[in-house]
């Protein structure tokens, strides 16, 4: 249902939006109140994409430059890309709102399931569908698959006006379990079960300790510093002033953070998506179902156990969206840079990208459609902004 705002209700850029305009169903539509940026988004990534395939294509030795220095196993501009990108919209989080999220079972429970069981599984079974004949990109589809998302969900999910709290909430327990169970379920889905089915296997080694660090720079980090923005924004002038002032011009870095980070990251694997692009469209189709069937089942899950379009939006991007940095650290690592499996790994955030970014609207659509406002004196979801 439409969510009734409070004053301090602000877009996806931090900046304040009127809330008779949001829960008026004859006011103008969501996207039309986009700023500039998020208006047109979807132009600036497709731009953001090219660029960046181009500079990998036409400037000698650029991919090994931006590779020299690397942090958490990636390599140092896309590390900072994320961290400029991650940081306004956790610095937006309300911390004391979060007991709201760790006691709602119907998220926790949902999000759990959909992340680390339905998820892998789903990826396994179209890895082997599409690329049965196709072992390095097969290995490479069912890497990705593991690496739940803990970076870009965050955008994807403010930009839809998911729940911001949930969000943290979820990301942070998706980072434990992937801590945890990365390796784990590496070895069951490319050693055991294909064993037990019998197929062709694979061996995956990883380091629980590297994935660990993984998650504490790009979950940790931008996680305390917006947490302690907010406290000590507050505490100093005020909840008026930081979400009036302070908010709103930092908000517009996340998107120019998303932005620097494509560009860099298909700079980066720009040679080997356009040398191989038949192979890029066999390992896109597989991916393109995976997140079709995660974002749209976790949708109606969501709706079917009760959430609201905030926690519904928040429990689809969540487990639709892929830790892509994990997964092809991982891969070169484990195969090398110019292996099959990494070539997949890359290939997720071609498609991914604009997926979700479509679903973006997608989403914005569905609140419209699916989540009328309520009736007089019917209680709604609590606000999460």
């Known amino acids: ?32 109140r986009l700023s500039r940026l998020d208006r047109f988004l979807p132009v600036w990534i497709g731009l953001a994409m090219a660029a960046g395939l181009l500079l990998g294509r036409l400037v000698p030795g650029l991919d090994t430059a931006l590779d020299a220095v690397q942090v958490g196993g990636i390599s140092l501009p896309i590390a900072l890309g994320l961290l400029v990108m991650m940081y306004p919209v956790l610095a937006k989080v309300r911390y004391d709102r979060l007991d709201t999220v760790t006691g709602d079972r119907r998220l926790l429970v949902s999000s759990l399931l959909l992340n680390w069981l339905v998820g892998p599984a789903l990826m396994f079974a179209l890895a082997w569908v599409f690329l049965a004949d196709q072992p390095e990109y097969r290995t490479g589809l069912i890497i ?9 969900v965050i955008i994807w999910n403010d930009l839809a006006c998911g729940d911001r709290e949930a969000a943290a909430v979820l990301v942070a327990l998706n980072s434990v379990f992937q801590v945890l169970a990365f390796g784990l379920l590496g070895w069951f889905y490319l050693a055991v079960l294909p064993d037990w089915l019998g197929l062709e296997g694979a061996a995956l080694a990883v380091s629980g300790w590297d994935i660990a660090a993984n998650v504490l720079i790009f979950l940790g980090i931008p996680l305390l510093a917006g947490y302690l923005s907010r406290r000590l924004g507050e505490r100093a002038r005020g909840r008026d002033w930081y979400e009036r002032r302070f908010l709103p011009r930092i908000g517009p870095t996340a998107l120019h953070g998303l932005l620097f ?7 980066l694997q720009g040679e080997a998506i356009t040398d191989r692009p038949l192979d890029v469209v066999r390992i896109a189709l597989p991916l393109l179902v995976y997140f079709a069937v995660m974002w749209a089942g976790s949708y109606l899950l969501g709706r079917a156990v009760g959430l609201g379009y905030a926690r519904t939006t928040t429990l689809a991007f969540t487990a639709a969206g892929n830790n892509f940095e994990l997964a092809i650290a991982v891969a070169i690592g484990t195969f090398g840079v110019t292996s099959g499996q990494a070539l997949a790994g890359v290939v997720g955030p071609l498609i991914e990208v604009p997926v979700l970014v479509a679903l973006v609207y997608v989403s914005l659509w569905a609140r419209r459609r699916f989540f009328p406002s309520p009736a007089p004196g019917r209680p709604t979801e609590p606000a999460p902004r």
């Open 1 to 32: 249902m439409t969510r009734h705002r409070h004053a301090d209700t602000h877009d996806p850029n931090g900046s304040p939006v009127s809330t008779t305009t949001l829960d008026d169903p004859a006011a103008a539509t969501v996207v039309g």
């Open 144 to 152: 990705v698959g593991l690496a739940r998302c803990i970076a870009m």
């Open 261 to 267: 980070t494509i560009v860099v990251l298909f700079a």
